[in-house]
């Protein structure tokens, strides 16, 4: 958190379990600090709660393990396009 925080990335890509704060935590603490970083979810977990808790915590995108890593490449740069068009 510190290093968002202090570095203020365009981009975070998390795991939705982590420890401590889990990724959807995560995305909702940004998300209420109106930080202007896209979050993007990686999931083992296909439960429809925690894809419904990521679009109300403003989650980017949201993507379930195994990866497909093009997918995930686009969609980092996808939200890295979408930051530079807000400023």
Request: proline share 2%.
């Amino acid at each position: 958190m510190d290093f968002i925080l202090e570095k203020k990335p365009d981009v975070v890509v998390t795991d939705i379990v982590m420890h401590g704060m889990d990724g959807l935590e995560l995305s909702q603490y940004l998300h209420d600090k109106d930080l202007d970083i896209k979050v993007i979810i990686v999931s083992a977990y296909s439960r429809f709660e925690y894809a419904q808790r990521a679009l109300q915590a403003g989650v980017f995108d949201y993507f379930e393990k195994p990866l497909d890593f093009n997918a995930l490449i686009q969609s980092i740069l996808r939200a890295g396009k979408a930051n530079a068009y807000a400023r």
